[in-house]
């Protein structure tokens, strides 16, 4: 019968211990992976970039470039970007999948007479009614302009004297709204 060489006990704890430290490394590298797996905001910048025609920084591109800590969920399909706002100060980039988000970038005014600024629809220290509409509900109370802006525009209103201003959204001449939800 042949002889069997079996290894020692300290052998074979190196053994498993090897064993349990290589399966923790792989499940660590692609713990990594998976963070690391989301879209660059830089992909962000050159959309914006190639919508507007305009870079970073310059008038009728986005004011700045995306924050670079910015963790955004791979995204499959080529993103969206379109006008958020009439007025042309933001637009809206989107990935429509399989895990939707939608990120908005402020745009530098741009400098030439071709796009005039719409005539502001409320002046700074106009009386307006600020509405708050959420999924089947809506709430609306009398306030005051905090800063001058046309349809569209996102502007700073409050309440009342003493209360905290909120950004809300010109609607029409008179009324700003803020979103729930």
Do not use: Y
Not at 148 to 172: F, M, N, P, T, Y
Request: aromatic share 4%; glycine share 8%; net charge positive.
């Amino acid at each position: 019968m042949p002889m069997q060489i079996l290894p020692d006990r300290r052998t074979a704890r190196r053994r498993a211990a090897l064993a349990l430290t290589l399966s923790m490394a792989a499940a660590a590298t692609a713990n990594a992976q998976t963070i690391r797996a989301s879209t660059d905001p830089a992909a962000i910048d050159r959309a914006v970039a190639a919508f507007t025609g305009a870079g970073i920084g310059t008038p009728g591109g986005a004011r700045m470039a995306s924050d670079p800590r910015l963790q955004l969920a791979p995204c499959a399909a080529p993103l969206t970007v379109s006008w958020h706002t009439p007025a042309r100060t933001a637009v809206a980039v989107e990935c429509p999948g399989p895990t939707p988000w939608r990120v908005f970038v402020a745009i530098s005014p741009a400098q030439n007479a071709a796009t005039p600024r719409p005539a502001p629809a409320v002046k700074r220290g106009d009386a307006l009614t600020i509405v708050v509409r959420g999924r089947g509900f809506s709430v609306q109370q009398p306030g005051e302009a905090m800063e001058a802006g046309a349809i569209g525009d996102w502007i700073e209103v409050r309440a009342s004297r003493k209360a905290q201003a909120l950004r809300a959204r010109i609607e029409r001449p008179g009324l700003a709204v803020v979103p729930a939800g």
